[in-house]
């Protein structure tokens, strides 16, 4: 998608380059102001086309910190699920050895 800021730039150079064109046809200083007049409109163009490119870059780089921040969370949740995992296996390892040396005790003391 195209960015709005750079549909006004060429605006205002399409804005210029006519009111070049208009001065270049009319003569005296009436030409000049058109293009004193083009020029400050295209400067002013200008101006809010960079305007809003400096906000969607400041917005990018929220954006970016951001993502970073949630990056850096995921990838320690990844290193706490791996290590909940191991403690899970070692856990049910060891409930696996007590019920069968209860059972066995219960074996032993039933007889």
């Given at each position: 998608m195209?960015?709005p800021?750079?549909?006004?730039a060429g605006?205002g150079?399409?804005?210029a380059?006519?009111?070049?064109?208009?001065a270049?046809?009319?003569?005296?200083?009436?030409?000049s102001?058109?293009?004193?007049n083009?020029?400050k409109?295209v400067?002013?163009i200008?101006?809010?086309?960079?305007?809003?490119?400096?906000?969607g870059l400041?917005e990018?780089?929220?954006?970016i910190?951001?993502l970073?921040?949630l990056?850096?969370q995921?990838?320690e949740?990844?290193?706490e699920?791996?290590?909940?995992?191991?403690?899970?296996k070692?856990l049910?390892?060891?409930?696996?050895k007590?019920?069968?040396?209860i059972?066995h005790?219960?074996?032993?003391?039933?007889?």
């Open positions: 195209i960015d800021a750079y549909l006004v605006g150079l399409l804005v380059v006519t009111g070049g064109i208009v270049f046809r009319k003569s005296g200083p009436e030409s102001q058109i293009m004193v083009a020029a409109d400067v002013l200008q101006k809010d086309a960079i305007d809003s490119l400096t906000k400041a990018a780089h929220r954006k910190t951001e970073q921040t990056e850096a995921v990838a949740m990844r290193e699920l791996v290590a909940v995992r191991n403690e899970n070692t049910r390892s060891e409930n696996t007590l019920r069968r040396r059972s005790l219960e074996e032993t003391n039933g007889s």
